[in-house]
């Protein structure tokens, strides 16, 4: 649990565990009754749970059973005797199985006594109940008081659960588990205000598994939530690029993140203002739209300058958008420069000088 709802659950159930939900009630002058009122008088504490317990098999259907069992739940949980608070939750629970309070006093008595297996078990009890009084209405029995009290811890709760569960994705060791855990988790908790923050981990990681249909699906819900979330609109513009799919959408997205891109700090501008460049560079490289597709890889080449491939590839289309422009000496020069990083780039960029020295007469560099 986190620091916070610790805290919070402390205040909020400071007054709780005092409160008395149900009332003792008999008829005086009864045998019941008479028992009662001894009850009520005994000062010793050991002497006062021994007459109760003994109350509680002599008239095991009283309505004051439900009074008396609360309250001694109530005295363990201050004390350490862990094993009596859940003990008497249990007995208090078999005739209120919605008691929220009871659930809690067996839920802190389990994670103080370090027994996992049984903070386990009254956990997911105390989550169970708390998404169904989340959902529910105030119980007769219930002051409105006490009931928003008990409203606000448990939607606290299931908010904490949420929380403990998508951190718990995050720290998972490779990306197929925590695309597991993050899909999992969105498909519990679908209204969770943690859901934009899932897409934001699960499109990269998708991306990085190779999965570009759900990369994209991921990008496109994040937009949804966040129209400016800079990465998204790159990684969906870069996506749609390599589909060669939608170019003027591509573009859309490209100036945007140029836009947002001259907001951020100088030393983050760069990354996203060369790749959107880079990005709509390719969209007008793709539709032949050479004049166009110039000016945006000029634009980009001082962003990439050092990035070995993605330098070699702005150099070699500015070089191939030249020559479709019939500036042959801007080709040329363009496709030297791409020739010194060698691999795919490279090589064609000096197949492609020998044609046009040969074919444009333009000199050897």
């Known amino acids: 649990?986190?620091?916070?709802?610790?805290?919070?659950?402390?205040?909020?159930?400071?007054?709780?565990?005092?409160?008395?939900?149900?009332?003792?009630?008999?008829?005086?002058?009864?045998?019941?009754?008479?028992?009662?009122?001894?009850?009520?008088?005994?000062?010793?504490?050991?002497?006062?749970?021994?007459?109760?317990?003994?109350?509680?098999?002599?008239?095991?259907?009283?309505?004051?059973?439900?009074?008396?069992?609360?309250?001694?739940?109530?005295?363990?949980?201050r004390g350490s005797n862990h094993a009596k608070v859940i003990d008497t939750g249990e007995r208090l629970l078999v005739l209120h199985p919605d008691d929220f309070d009871a659930v809690w006093r067996c839920r802190t008595a389990a994670e103080k006594s370090n027994d996992k297996e049984a903070f386990s078990k009254w956990h997911r009890r105390a989550i169970q109940l708390a998404a169904k009084i989340v959902a529910g209405t105030r119980p007769a029995d219930m002051d409105d008081p006490t009931w928003k009290q008990t409203i606000d811890v448990a939607k606290g709760l299931l908010e904490n659960e949420e929380y403990e569960v998508f951190t718990a994705a995050l720290l998972l060791s490779t990306p197929r588990e925590k695309i597991t855990a993050l899909e999992a988790f969105n498909t519990k908790y679908p209204l969770s205000k943690y859901a934009p923050q899932i897409w934001s981990h699960l499109m990269p990681l998708y991306r990085a598994q190779a999965d570009n249909s759900k990369?994209?699906?991921?990008?496109?819900?994040?937009?949804?939530?966040?129209?400016?979330?800079?990465?998204?609109?790159?990684?969906?513009?870069?996506?749609?690029?390599?589909?060669?799919?939608?170019?003027?959408?591509?573009?859309?997205?490209?100036?945007?993140?140029?836009?947002?891109?001259?907001?951020?700090?100088?030393?983050?501008?760069?990354?996203?203002?060369?790749?959107?460049?880079?990005?709509?560079?390719?969209?007008?490289?793709?539709?032949?739209?050479?004049?166009?597709?110039?000016?945006?890889?000029?634009?980009?080449?001082?962003?990439?300058?050092?990035?070995?491939?993605?330098?070699?590839?702005?150099?070699?289309?500015?070089?191939?958008?030249?020559?479709?422009?019939?500036?042959?000496?801007?080709?040329?020069?363009?496709?030297?420069q791409c020739t010194v990083f060698g691999g795919q780039f490279g090589e064609q960029a000096s197949r492609n000088i020998t044609a046009m020295q040969r074919e444009r007469r333009i000199p050897a560099q």
């Open 1 to 77: 649990m986190s620091r916070i709802l610790a805290v919070l659950f402390a205040l909020l159930f400071a007054s709780a565990l005092s409160a008395e939900r149900y009332k003792l009630i008999f008829v005086p002058g009864s045998p019941a009754g008479e028992q009662l009122e001894l009850i009520q008088h005994q000062i010793e504490t050991t002497r006062k749970i021994e007459q109760i317990e003994w109350f509680l098999k002599v008239f095991p259907n009283h309505e004051a059973v439900s009074y008396l069992l609360e309250w001694m739940q109530t005295y363990y949980s």
């Open 215 to 336: 990369a994209l699906y991921a990008a496109t819900k994040l937009l949804l939530a966040d129209p400016a979330n800079i990465d998204a609109l790159l990684l969906s513009g870069q996506i749609m690029l390599e589909q060669r799919t939608n170019y003027p959408k591509i573009q859309a997205h490209g100036q945007r993140v140029l836009d947002l891109a001259a907001k951020l700090p100088a030393d983050r501008q760069g990354y996203y203002a060369g790749a959107a460049q880079l990005m709509i560079g390719n969209t007008y490289v793709n539709s032949n739209n050479f004049v166009m597709a110039d000016k945006h890889l000029r634009a980009a080449l001082p962003y990439v300058k050092g990035t070995g491939n993605t330098e070699a590839a702005v150099l070699f289309f500015l070089g191939w958008a030249n020559y479709n422009m019939e500036k042959y000496p801007e080709a040329a020069a363009y496709f030297q």
